[in-house]
């Protein structure tokens, strides 16, 4: 298996920043959030004042033997709606 936790650690974090850059006045953090139709779930980046929530996918560009994929690294985006408690 390959080993995404830079992706985890430092493109998610530098997503995060990002985010603020573009959203002033707002800090992101990952964290849980409680939903309405019950349970939990972690998103990658969410506002301070919970009115912005996204998750960030990231893809590793290796094989699991290790061999680089050329444009494997796609960035893409969804949206939801979600409701939040």
């Known amino acids: 298996m390959s080993n995404t936790s830079y992706l985890t650690n430092t493109v998610e974090n530098y997503v995060r920043l990002w985010l603020s850059t573009q959203l002033p006045g707002h800090v992101f953090t990952k964290r849980h ?13 969410i506002s301070e004042d919970n009115n912005i929530i996204t998750g960030i996918k990231t893809n590793s560009y290796k094989t699991k033997g290790g061999k680089i994929l050329p444009g494997k690294l796609v960035a893409y985006t969804k949206n939801y709606i979600i409701q939040v408690s």
């Open 33 to 45: 959030i409680n939903l309405k139709s019950g349970g939990k779930h972690e998103f990658d980046a």
